[in-house]
């Protein structure tokens, strides 16, 4: 007889018990007067807020280097909360929200600021009714000071009794195997794996959490998910927008370590990897690891690597002035892997970021293998495409028959769009959803030190040859800014296999 079914679509497995933080709480945002935290870190917590998902009687604690008044800081703190009607909801939870945070500034390195910091924390915590104390800490920091501020929140701002402390950090996680190795080892001489929230903001993105379900609840698409049934697979990254004066920061880092590395390998991880025991943390990311591990360093013939020049009135990449003269930092990469397991041996990963394309788009474009021939001729290949952003969709590229007397195929789509679907749905935004999973105790959605070790590894052998470490480092193709990137990208693509059908 069969057992009977739960509750349709729940998930037990990720309703495992966690330390979930509802009372008594302090979330300390470090590097509070900068960008990442003005633009998404404090946005994202009045998005909480607002829907009554922070611990009751939270309290907010900006700090940074930054000389500035508590009237300052709201306004800073505040200014990319969207209120685009002038709402008199949403100006009184801003002004609340703006009740209950406070800022301190001081040094990252110096001990004692930390020391005047933990007096601020213990003056708001005086006045709990009960002796629990939780602390998080979000790091909305450079790289370079991750360490000292580690150590001193460890030293001299750390809930030794009946509390819970967590720290948020976010990447870049070093700059290869050896330096993220280095920063992975002096982090975890303060803080142990279960305290420590390594945040890749694509995992918080909705449609990446619904890989997972799309892949495993569904017996359709579960049974041609392997090598037998596809061709080749595309995870695509656009930016329509140049370094805009960024142009420093970004040609220490590259194209490659900003998205490639990151976000686009997290994707790839979640679309390979093979069924979990459970939706619990830790055998998601098991499985995660266990698919990392299959694949080799990249290759240099699996590589493209191009550089956007003045076009359509716009400045090249080296006109920006915070650029290295004759740089040859890549704004665009494109990067083959292959992952050598049973499923998919043999299945090419193309994985592509640029800037200043034609569009903004994120998404994974899986082409399906040719239909026996015989029947057809030159029909086109199905194709799943799940539309990361913007406008989150799910769409199948099907052949069928023309409507009418002609018996003739012709390609269409099965389409998912969420805004046309779930008309009366809220899509969080990514920050709200793995800051809400930080205060739950889940780590699900957070990188585990070996992920980021294997990650690395595939990685670094690619990044030496670009930097010039080994020789002289190669030179990108150049493509005109706003156009779909360097011209020899539709050879490149091609030769693992796929094929572009007219509307794609």
């Known amino acids: 007889m069969p057992r009977e079914r739960s509750l349709s679509g729940t998930i037990p497995s990720m309703e495992t018990s966690h330390e979930d933080l509802k009372d008594n709480t302090i979330i300390i945002v470090l590097g509070a007067s900068g960008d990442l935290a003005k633009k998404k870190t404090l946005p994202a917590l009045f998005g909480l807020y ?73 003056e708001i915590e005086s006045h709990y009714q009960s002796k629990e104390c939780n602390r998080i800490f979000y790091l909305a920091l450079p790289p370079s000071v991750f360490v000292p501020v580690a150590k001193n929140l460890k030293e001299r701002c750390y809930v030794t009794k009946g509390g819970v402390n967590r720290i948020i950090v976010e990447k870049p996680f070093g700059k290869d195997l050896e330096s993220a190795r280095e920063l992975l080892s002096s982090l975890k001489q303060h803080w142990t794996e279960d305290e420590t929230f390594r945040i890749d903001h694509y995992l918080g993105k909705e449609m990446v959490k619904n890989l997972l379900v799309l892949r495993f609840a569904n017996i359709a698409l579960g049974a041609a998910w392997d090598k037998n049934s596809i061709s080749n697979v595309q995870i695509t990254f656009k930016e329509p927008f140049g370094t805009e004066g960024r142009g420093g920061y970004f040609d220490e880092f590259g194209m490659i370590r900003d998205v490639l590395q990151n976000h686009l390998l997290q994707v790839l991880s979640i679309l390979t990897m093979e069924r979990p025991v459970s939706f619990s943390a830790e055998d998601i990311r098991d499985e995660k690891v266990k698919v990392l591990r299959s694949i080799p360093p990249i290759e240099r013939e699996d590589t493209l690597l ?23 930092c890549p704004t665009f990469a494109a990067t083959t892997l292959w ?19 034609n569009e903004a788009k994120v998404e994974v474009r899986i082409q399906f293998k040719d239909v026996t021939q015989g029947i057809f001729k030159d029909i086109a290949r199905n194709e799943l495409v799940i539309r990361i952003q913007p406008a989150e969709a799910v769409y199948l590229k099907l052949n069928t028959k023309t409507p009418g007397l002609h018996t003739r195929a012709i390609p269409t789509e099965m389409d998912l769009t969420y805004k046309r679907r779930f008309t009366d749905s809220k899509i969080p935004e990514a920050y709200e959803a793995l800051i809400l999973d930080a205060l739950k105790g889940d780590h699900s ?60």
Do not use: C
Request: charged fraction near 25%; glycine fraction near 8%.
């Open 50 to 122: 607002r829907q009554k998902y922070l611990p009751r009687d939270v309290k907010i604690v900006g700090y940074a280097r930054t000389k500035m008044d508590r009237e300052e800081f709201h306004k800073r703190a505040t200014s990319y909360i969207k209120n685009p009607d002038n709402s008199a909801e949403i100006s009184n939870d801003i002004e609340a929200f703006k009740q209950l945070s406070t800022y301190i500034s001081g040094s990252y390195e110096d001990g004692a600021a930390f020391d005047e910091l933990n007096k601020h924390l213990e």
């Open 306 to 328: 191009g550089q956007y020049v003045a076009a359509n009135g716009k400045p090249g990449y080296l006109d920006d002035d915070t650029v290295p003269h004759n740089s040859v």
């Open 339 to 357: 992952i050598h397991n049973p499923r998919w041996e043999g299945v090419p990963f193309i994985l592509k970021a640029g800037k200043a394309l």
């Open 445 to 504: 959605n957070f990188v585990r030190h070996d992920e980021l070790d294997v990650a690395w590894k595939i990685f670094t052998p690619i990044l030496h040859w670009i930097d010039g470490l080994n020789g002289p480092p190669p030179k990108p193709l150049a493509y005109p800014y706003g156009s779909r990137g360097p011209k020899e990208l539709d050879a490149f693509v091609g030769k693992y296999g796929y094929r572009r059908s007219s509307d794609t």
